[in-house]
């Protein structure tokens, strides 16, 4: 194609990203994808995952909030959908409904195109087995999770969140392979320095890259660079007010050794306990990091000794209040409030007694720092964005976790997936 002039640009490739191209494509639309990161030929070890995931270039050290807050999030062809748990959940729909945005029919497109189905709970790790038992004996009912894995290829290593090596999960790059088949350009190894805007309008993107700066004229330009680096393209581009708001769907994993019981024969969060989500903002599920640099990172040197092949762990995540902010410099912060510690501890206080019922020793529970892997609502619906997605820049449009009018506290992708392909019936 390589036309000087696009239908549509679109930044990122993520969850959002690929959908609107998968989708415009298919309607026939002249499309450009443009992203920071690049195609990863090797995924699915640690040090592969050392390539695509955001970390400090010295330390290898992800970034955190000025408030000590861990954030994971990845710079690569796909965004975030591939080093997913694979969960397919609904999140926000009485939220999103709220002001007009009903996904019902999208939501039913998604399923069936990433396959999602409920976890086979006889598939489960022998450690989750027994959580599974204990969690309904103490009436903390865990249910399988749905996810978006296929069975017959998961090989139930447990690394779902440093990327499949075996194929086995839908990522945002099932719907970027289709995009190019359908005649997308995709320019990788770019970043979007701001919006060109003429009269109140966007007119295309400044980007710098490989081959320098340039300028890309397009008719419609949607930001879906994720909930960090959208609100910076937007400061960027004149829209001040947004960066506000930020939330991290904040966690902390508890872990405890047990004497004969682990969890890595199985995906992560294969099972969860929804029972406190509506009454208390928060969910509970089987998780470990199974390396021990990551628990490291997560832990201090308590996280390096357990055997990962005697360790149990339950992941607490929380629907966190919006009181972060994104900065233009690329800087963030997310202060912990009173009633998020409040989530946490309570979350963790029941993942002690499941573990320690199902065998942990309870001199060995630990509880990880705080941690976030979802940020988003830094460019929300009624503030920066309206029911349709467009800023008050005439066709310039957001479509990922950012315009979350609040935190989900729930796996965001299959909400985000159904955002983009109304929006591209909107936009078509």
């Known amino acids: 194609m390589n ?3 696009y239908e549509f640009v679109i930044v990122g ?45 010295f330390t290898k050290m992800p970034p955190r909030s000025k408030d000590g807050a861990i954030l994971w999030r ?44 409920e976890y086979n709970p006889r598939r489960l790790s022998q450690g989750s087995k027994k959580i599974l038992e204990v969690s309904e004996d103490l009436g903390y009912t865990m249910v399988p999770m749905l996810k978006f894995i296929d069975p017959t290829k998961c090989r139930r290593c447990g690394e779902c969140t440093l990327g499949c090596k075996y194929d086995a999960k839908w990522t945002a790059l099932d719907y970027l392979t289709e995009s190019l088949e359908n005649g997308v350009e995709v320019m990788y190894k770019t970043r979007v320095n701001k919006v060109l805007r003429k009269n109140g309008r966007a007119t295309g993107i400044r980007v710098s890259g490989p081959d320098g700066t340039r300028e890309i004229n397009a008719e419609v330009v949607i930001l879906s660079a994720g909930g960090i680096g959208t609100p910076i393209i937007l400061q960027n ?38 029972g406190a989500y509506n009454s208390k903002g928060f969910i509970l599920s089987p998780y470990i990091n199974q390396h021990r640099i990551l628990r490291f990172v997560e832990m201090g040197m308590q996280g390096i000794f ?50 320690t019922g199902a065998g942990a020793d309870r001199k060995s529970i630990i509880v990880s720092k705080v941690q976030g892997a979802h940020p988003g609502g830094t460019a929300a619906i009624g503030t920066i964005v309206d029911k349709d997605l467009q800023t008050r820049v005439d066709n ?12 989900p506290g729930m796996p965001p992708i299959l909400t985000i997936v159904a955002l983009a392909k109304r929006l591209a019936k909107t936009l078509s």
């Open 3 to 5: 036309a000087d002039r």
């Open 396 to 407: 310039l449009f957001v479509c990922d976790g950012s315009v979350f009018p609040t935190s």
């Open 237 to 274: 581009s004149g829209v001040d007010e947004a960066g506000k708001g930020l939330f991290m769907d904040l966690l902390v994993n508890t872990y405890g050794v047990t004497q004969d019981l682990s969890q890595v024969e199985e995906p992560t969060m294969a099972i969860a306990y929804h």
């Open 13 to 57: 490739s993520g969850a959002g990203g690929a959908t609107l191209a998968m989708e415009l494509s298919k309607r026939g639309k002249m499309v450009l994808v443009v992203d920071q990161g690049k195609p990863e030929n090797e995924i699915g070890t640690l040090m592969d995952s050392f390539r695509y995931f955001d970390l400090n270039y």
């Open 74 to 117: 990845t710079m690569m062809a796909g965004g975030t959908t591939v080093v997913s748990c694979g969960n397919g959940v609904h999140c926000l729909e009485n939220e999103l409904a709220e002001y007009g945005i009903l996904l019902e029919q999208e939501f039913i497109e998604a399923e069936r195109e990433m396959q999602i189905v």
């Open 306 to 355: 357990p055997n990962k092949n005697r360790l149990l762990g339950i992941m607490t995540k929380i629907r966190d209040e919006p009181t972060g902010q994104v900065n233009i410099n690329g800087t963030f912060s997310k202060p912990i409030t009173e009633n998020d510690w409040r989530k946490l501890r309570e979350g963790s206080l029941i993942s002690k007694e499941i573990l």
